[in-house]
């Protein structure tokens, strides 16, 4: 097998597993190290027991590599092939619809992998398009992008577009809503992305009117495509309670407003819950089933949301990431 492959392939097992962060980096960097050394010199330092010299290789990746070239596929990738297994029973009819994903995070904010790699697991997946939302500036723990690297970010997009084709990578941002239900990015650079994921990230416990208001105020914003994970709760981990709002008010907005609700598939998250899911879908509204992933692994959660969509008999007309990359920017130029 192939060292470079198994690399990544290990790294995408882990991410798919929620491993740390730092153990899918140094088998990602470890596939760039091998992948970027002359010819021949990774054949020659396995046989003469040098592996370990190369920058980033430890004992782990060391026995990976040697397996691979003694022409087996190594022992620690069969083990994380076998517990993976099938991410969830259901979802699979609906799973199956999606042609691209509304929610994702690169380097550029707080995800561990740059866009290319991002772009190129989705093409893997089978996806037609997939949006790069990385986080706007006020959230700083995640790194999120000022209106100058967001401007830089776009550029970049445009250039992979060139490559990638025609796989289509769209440019999005999943902005804050502020205290007041205004948005964390400006208004002309809000309005030259492709997509908007709007979510709440700080004062989760605020008052239910307050937070109910707040809400409103983003959905009714015309920038805004999506409403990201609405609850903010965590089920998982340090399990986080769900924000108090009034989930008939704001998702009768989203109804009116052309809002799609996201159906967020990261496992802690697992957001809405499905009773809140049971709502939107009787107010009317539309769906987008995303992965939020902040690395390369994590865009194979989608069958998480899949599976609670298909349960809540929300059928796939009302997702919009089922659509065409046109049809979806045509939907969303209409709402603007």
């Known amino acids: 097998m192939d ?16 491993e740390h962060t730092q153990k899918v980096r140094a088998f990602r960097r470890a596939a760039s190290t091998l992948a970027n050394l002359p010819e021949g010199e990774l054949d020659l330092r396995y046989r003469t027991g040098t592996l370990r010299k190369l920058p980033g290789v430890g004992d782990s990746i060391a026995t990976v590599i040697a397996e691979c070239l003694a022409g087996g596929e190594p022992e620690y ?97 999943e902005v804050d809503i502020l205290l007041d239900g205004s948005l964390d990015q400006t208004d002309d650079l809000l309005s030259r992305v492709d997509l908007v994921v709007a979510s709440v990230h700080s004062k989760l416990r605020m008052p239910g009117p307050e937070m109910t208001e707040r809400m409103l105020t983003a959905v009714a914003n015309p920038h805004v495509d999506v409403l990201g994970h609405c609850t903010g709760r965590l089920v998982t981990g340090k399990p986080r309670p769900e924000s108090e709002f009034d989930a008939e008010a704001v998702f009768a907005a989203c109804a009116e407003f052309g809002v799609a609700v996201e159906i967020n598939s990261r496992p802690e998250r697992l ?29 194979d959660w989608l069958p998480y949301g899949c599976e609670r969509a298909e349960e809540c008999g929300i059928e796939a007309d009302r997702v919009i990431n089922t659509r065409s990359a046109d049809a979806l920017l045509a939907g969303v130029a209409r709402r603007g």
């Open 3 to 18: 060292p470079v492959a198994a690399m990544k392939q290990i790294a995408l097992f882990l991410e798919r597993a929620g």
């Open 77 to 173: 990738l069969t083990r994380l092939e076998a517990a993976a297994g099938k991410p969830v029973a259901g979802g699979a009819q609906l799973r199956a619809r999606l042609r691209g994903d509304c929610h994702t995070h690169s380097d550029w904010s707080d995800g561990g992998s740059p866009i290319r790699e991002m772009a190129e697991a989705a093409i893997a997946l089978g996806h037609e398009w997939m949006v790069l939302t990385d986080h706007s500036p006020r959230l700083r723990v995640a790194n999120g992008l000022s209106a100058e690297r967001l401007e830089r970010q776009l550029v970049e997009v445009a250039e992979l577009n060139l490559e990638l084709a025609p796989f289509l990578l769209l440019t999005g941002i």
């Open 271 to 299: 957001d809405p819950p499905r009773r809140l899911l049971g709502v939107a879908r009787d107010l009317g509204c539309e769906f987008a089933i995303d992965s939020d992933a902040h690395a390369p692994g994590q865009l």
